[in-house]
T-cell receptor
Framework: TQLLEQSPQFLSIQEGENLTVYCNSS?????LQWYRQEPGEGPVLLVT?????EVKKLKRLTFQFGDARKDSSLHITAAQPGDTGLYLC???????????FGTGTRLKVLA | DTGVSQNPRHKITKRGQNVTFRCDPI?????LYWYRQTLGQGPEFLTY????????KSRLLSDRFSAERPKGSFSTLEIQRTEQGDSAMYLC?????????????FGPGTRLTVL
């Protein structure tokens, strides 16, 4: 059972465009993390959100945790070719330290 | 300390052989995780340790899989009698394990190909 669904699965955009990636679940998470992964490498942590409604910004990336802590979004402003990669969300259920990963969004930014 | 390291980075083996992978976590981290990732998918949880204790195992971890962390530092993941379906990237992650946010940091992975 996949607890975290990401959409879209694939996204190909031109440099300079904006985009939003969604991570949705019917389950509540105590914390949610976003990662970017490049081919042949391990995921690299971008951000952790823990409070419902929380918004965090990392340069051109804006992360939001849903009020009910069941969903999250990642918004990228003015995408650049260096943003290309697989974006993964991962959530920890309350009372556990086990992380469930989403299905992933593969982003390609064309110059 | 430069981060989580994994060895080997690549392993090619024949079906039926045993393989062992090693993970060295960030030195002060007491939680260590193993995941498996197949092409185009997100990582799937296999197991995790707090210090030397293995606290949870996924049902994905069949009897052919065993993980150890004998001294609470490095960990090994062994797969016995490998099958072609075991071909995947095996990822290790570690976290500080303090109260509150539990941020995981991943190693580069070991890519296993079973012929």
């Amino acid at each position: 059972t996949q607890l975290l669904e990401q959409s879209p699965q694939f996204l190909s955009i031109q440099e300079g465009e904006n985009l939003t990636v969604y991570c949705n679940s019917s389950s509540v998470f105590s914390s949610l993390q976003w990662y970017r992964q490049e081919p042949g490498e391990g995921p690299v942590l971008l951000v952790t959100v823990v409070t419902g409604g929380e918004v965090k910004k990392l340069k051109r990336l804006t992360f939001q945790f849903g009020d009910a802590r069941k969903d999250s979004s990642l918004h990228i402003t003015a995408a650049q070719p260096g943003d290309t990669g697989l974006y993964l969300c991962a959530g920890a259920r309350p009372g556990t330290y086990k992380y469930i990963f989403g299905t992933g969004t593969r982003l390609k930014v064309l110059a | 300390d430069t981060g989580v390291s994994q060895n080997p980075r690549h392993k090619i083996t024949k079906r039926g052989q045993n393989v062992t992978f090693r993970c060295d976590p960030i030195s002060e981290h007491n939680r260590l995780y193993w995941y498996r990732q197949t092409l185009g998918q997100g990582p799937e949880f296999l197991t995790y340790f707090q210090n030397e204790a293995q606290l949870e195992k996924s049902r994905l971890l069949s009897d052919r899989f065993s993980a150890e962390r004998p001294k609470g530092s490095f960990s090994t993941l062994e797969i016995q009698r490998t099958e072609q379906g075991d071909s995947a990237m095996y990822l290790c992650a570690s976290s500080l394990g303090s109260a509150g946010v539990n941020e995981q940091f991943f190693g580069p992975g070991t890519r296993l190909t079973v012929l």
